[in-house]
């Protein structure tokens, strides 16, 4: 059983930064292509970033490219969010994932991940 969890939601203004951490248990971490999700107040949990397992290959949603960036460290069995110039809109539930059988060109399908995290709160002030 792979465990997932989230920190780093916290409160900020408009413009700010925000980083995120996802720390994940199991010896083979490094193999598992990794996912931030988020889900707004009435919305549907969308895909905001993903990684595959040598961090080579990254996909973002259009609403976040340019200003998220998603990384890994392999030996610290943890993924992370950098959140820049952050907005209302980003306001949202984030949740990290691990998704150990995975197709490469699906990293941002919900479907592609095993395991979930509880969530972390971040809330961009107006």
């Known amino acids: 059983q792979v465990q997932v969890v989230e920190s780093g939601g916290g409160l900020v203004q408009v413009g700010g930064s925000l980083r995120l951490s996802c720390a994940a248990s199991?010896?083979?971490?490094?193999?598992?292509?990794m996912g931030w999700f988020r889900q707004a107040p009435g919305k549907e949990r969308e895909s905001v970033a993903a990684i595959n397992w040598s961090g080579g290959i990254r996909y973002y949603s259009n609403s976040v490219k340019g200003r998220f960036t998603i990384s890994r460290d392999n030996a610290k069995n943890t993924v992370y969010l950098q959140m820049n110039s952050l907005k209302p809109e980003d306001t949202a539930l984030y949740y990290c994932a691990a998704a150990n059988d995975y197709t490469l060109g699906k990293m941002t399908n919900e479907g592609q991940y095993d395991y979930w995290g509880q969530g972390t709160q971040v809330t961009v002030s107006s």
């Open positions: 199991g010896r083979t971490f490094s193999t598992y292509a």
